[in-house]
């Protein structure tokens, strides 16, 4: 009897097609850039300046750089992102960003919180991370292919992977 | 002095400094689909136990064998031999299993449905589910009070915490706290409730018996659950990557702490001379010496710590 209960356990938290709950995920990109954490961060140190983003097309906010300032992100491919800053901190070279509420067919995650950090790598050179938390864009239960976990995680690698290249493309020989 | 009586007291004297800190730290992995068990004086790995389903919060046994484990995506709770190491029994659960909560008394376990209202009881020799209370709209952060008489259950999306009496199935009380509450503890006593609210970034503070908020205390962005280290609370911000810690006389913030991103689940030593504190995004713990307010020690625990519980033993 034993065997077969645990064979059928086994197979029981095996099936995939179970997942129903929110956990929220994280996605991490990094990028190394052939130039000083300074000469890096004095790029993307403006909270209102994402010109360095290849997806972004404009941004508009209030023009702080101090937590709760806010801004928003048109965008391309279309649709806008308004997010809030949380954390700002120059002399680490790394602030942190919330997105509470947004259109999920723009970006099919919810509840997005992001972390963008410079910091010195061997030879004179930089190592930019761009760290993100989010929930899938449907919290529910049973949510359709293109707002699920995977389509959540995919869709945030691939922005983050998208801004970091483009900075990198502003620093020839990175 | 005889030499067997000699020995044994040198023993206890030896194993003393080591018992004032805690011995383990039972961290739900999210992403890794484990519990790992961490030395937290060093941060040295001493198991790793698979659970499956996306591991998240975590009650310990008053005994302190038994870890309970809800997995949002089994969905279900796994009951852990803390000194074995290992799964002893799954239960599978409807719903978005998250919070939990043991009953001091041994016999109940309290699991929250963070997607429907539901708390459902479990009995925890057969490990079945025992029956369910309606307790409020996506119950989150759970409690009992010491004497297991009353369960409280942050109504995340009610703004409310509600009371339970042991045995019954229907709110004693509702009582509105800030938006969002998510985490909620209880005093040794068992006279104050504190829950985190997300939303409106303070600490609601329970006078229990009375059954009234008291006050409201502003902390960091997104706070998620306090833990108490004798006069002083400390709570979790997520957003902001600290920790807030509080006069429980006066209700003041003082100054806060930078631990690592995403800090979750917080717990303190049974001596309250330490906290520990689970950095989601940074995989790590965060050591704190609760007296000084500062960071002593941090160290790697593996892919996306929640601990959204008790999870120290002892």
């Known amino acids: ?174 | 002095m005889n030499p067997r009586r000699l020995a044994a007291a040198l023993l206890l004297a030896l194993l003393a400094p080591a018992a004032a800190q805690a011995a383990e730290a039972f961290v739900t992995l999210q992403q890794a689909n484990a519990v790992a068990v961490i030395n937290p004086a060093t941060g040295a790995l001493l198991a790793t136990i698979p659970v499956p389903g996306h591991p998240a919060g975590i009650a310990m046994s008053r005994d302190l064998t038994r870890a309970y484990v809800t997995s949002p995506d089994l969905p279900g709770v796994s009951e852990i031999d803390t000194v074995g190491r290992r799964v002893l029994r799954t239960l599978t659960l409807p719903g978005g299993p998250l919070g939990i909560a043991a009953a001091p008394d041994g016999g109940a376990l309290y699991v929250a449905d963070w997607y429907g209202s539901d708390v459902m009881v479990i009995d925890t020799r057969a490990f079945t589910l025992q029956r369910r209370i309606t307790a409020g709209q996506s119950p989150s952060g759970l409690a009992v009070t010491p004497d297991s008489q009353m369960l409280v259950v942050a109504a995340r999306l009610d703004d409310a915490l509600v009371l339970v009496r042991a045995g019954e199935d229907k709110p004693a009380a509702t009582i509105k706290v800030g938006a969002h509450p998510f985490g909620v503890t209880i005093d040794p006593a068992g006279t104050r409730a504190y829950a985190a609210d997300v939303e409106s970034d303070d600490v609601a503070v329970i006078d229990l018996a009375a059954r009234r908020l008291v006050t409201r205390i502003k902390v960091g962005r997104r706070p998620y659950v306090v833990a108490l280290a004798g006069n002083i609370g400390f709570v979790t911000n997520e957003l902001a990557g600290t920790v807030t810690p509080f006069d429980l006389k006066t209700f003041t913030p003082l100054a806060a702490i930078r631990v690592g991103d995403n800090p979750e689940g917080i717990q303190a030593s049974a001596d309250g001379i330490h906290l520990y504190v689970a950095n989601w995004m940074d995989d790590s713990m965060s050591v704190i010496d609760a007296g000084a307010r500062q960071v002593t020690r941090s160290f790697p625990v593996g892919d996306s710590p929640r601990a959204f519980g008790t999870f120290l033993r002892p």
């Open chain 1, 1 to 174: 009897m034993l065997p077969i209960r645990a064979l059928a356990l086994a197979l029981l938290v095996a099936t995939p097609a179970l997942a129903h709950g929110p956990t929220r995920r994280k996605a991490e990109e990094t990028v190394t850039i052939n130039a000083a954490p300074d000469k890096v961060w004095a790029v993307i140190a403006n909270f209102h300046d994402m010109s360095w983003d290849p997806l972004v097309a404009a941004t508009t906010g209030d023009g702080g750089n101090t937590p709760q300032s806010f801004r928003t992100l048109k965008l391309k491919a279309g649709g806008e992102l308004n997010d809030d800053l949380e954390d700002y901190d120059a002399k680490a070279m790394n602030y942190s960003t919330f997105l509470p509420h947004n259109d999920p067919k723009v970006l099919p995650v919810t509840n997005l919180s992001t972390h963008l950090t410079v910091e010195t790598a061997p030879g004179g050179k930089s190592v930019v991370s761009w760290r993100a938390a989010f929930y899938r864009g449907d919290p529910k239960g049973d949510p359709a292919p293109d707002q699920n976990d995977a389509a959540a995680e995919k869709a945030m690698h691939a922005f983050l992977r998208a801004g970091l290249d483009g900075l990198a493309a502003k620093f020839p020989g990175s």
